[in-house]
Structure formats: C-alpha cells, structure tokens
C-alpha cells in the first residue's frame, strides 16, 4: 500500500523560506510522477507544482512561479518543495501526491494522497 507522509510545515514570516518532504513507499516511487496541492480555509484544493517521474520536467501554478521549486531524489523515494519569497497567501495545507501516469498537473491524474502539512505564513 502507499504511503505518503509529508513534514517540513510550520510559521515563518513573509519573505521567508520553507521547504517541504514527502517521502512515500508502497511501490516503484521512480516511476510516476510526483505533485504538490494546497488548500486554504474555505477554499477548493489547487494545483500548487508537478514533477515527471525523472525529474526532467517540472510544472508550476502562476501563483508561485518563480519562487517554489519542485526537486526529487528517486534514491530516497522523496519529493520536496522548496518555497522561497513566501507570501500571507501561501498560507495552507499542503499535499504531496503521486500521480497514476509519468507526470500529471491536474488532480484527478493523482491516485495517492498524504495527510498535508500546514504551512503559515504571517505578514
């Protein structure tokens, strides 16, 4: 079964940097690809960044382009996000998930979720 835990959240002004893991087991983690969603208080789930299964390609919201960045080490069976330049309105719960196909951007594309990590952000 797979299993995707995330750490690394917690309280940092803005301005400052945060970064995430998830470490996942339960299957062949170097072949599908990897993404990262958050969810505000009262707000849908949205699309925060995505990796292919390799790590040769990369995807990212508007929102935080330019400032996250989405690595992966395959030999450690983790994705990570590295959030710089954070904002109040990074403010979230944020999951990792892992895609059914080589690399996905849209949610219905992810078969496994973790449990979220909470990520503030104070102004």
């Known amino acids: 079964q797979v299993q995707l835990v995330e750490s690394g959240g917690g309280l940092v002004q803005a301005g400052g940097s945060l970064r995430l893991s998830c470490a996942a087991s339960g299957r062949t983690f170097s072949s599908y690809g990897m993404g990262w969603f958050r969810q505000a208080p009262e707000k849908e789930r949205e699309f925060v960044a995505a990796?292919?299964?390799?790590?040769?390609?990369?995807s990212a919201a508007d929102s935080v382009k330019g400032r996250f960045t989405i690595p992966r080490d395959n030999a450690k069976n983790t994705v990570y996000l590295q959030m710089n330049s954070l904002k109040p309105e990074d403010t979230a719960v944020y999951l990792c998930a892992e895609s059914k196909y080589s690399f996905a951007t849209t949610q219905d594309s992810y078969q496994y979720w973790g449990r979220g990590t909470q990520v503030t952000v104070s102004s």
């Open positions: 990796i292919s299964r390799s790590g040769g390609s990369t």
